[in-house]
């Protein structure tokens, strides 16, 4: 088993977790914890994958130019038709 060594607050937040009965231990809390924390990396991995998609495209000349708020914003408007 880890050891764990929080700071006061830490603790203190931990156990108005527990009082209050979200959690039923200090074990349940960490690991609800940790389950944020994988899935908060989870997003932070897919962005970076979909950032360098977008360097790549453009790179590539894969990108579209508009004039204007209005083009892009038809062009978007036409392309969410096209979905449906």
């Given at each position: ?5 929080l ?78």
């Amino acid at each position: 088993m880890a050891i764990i060594h929080l700071d006061e607050t830490e603790n203190a937040f931990i156990e108005e977790q527990v009082k209050s009965g979200s959690y039923k231990d200090a074990d349940e809390v960490v690991r609800a914890g940790l389950r944020l924390l994988r899935k908060r990396e989870a997003k932070i991995a897919k962005l970076r994958a979909l950032i360098q998609e977008g360097e790549d495209d453009f790179a590539a000349g894969r990108f579209m130019e508009f004039s204007s708020a209005d083009d892009l914003t038809a062009h978007i408007i036409q392309r969410s038709a096209e979905k449906r």
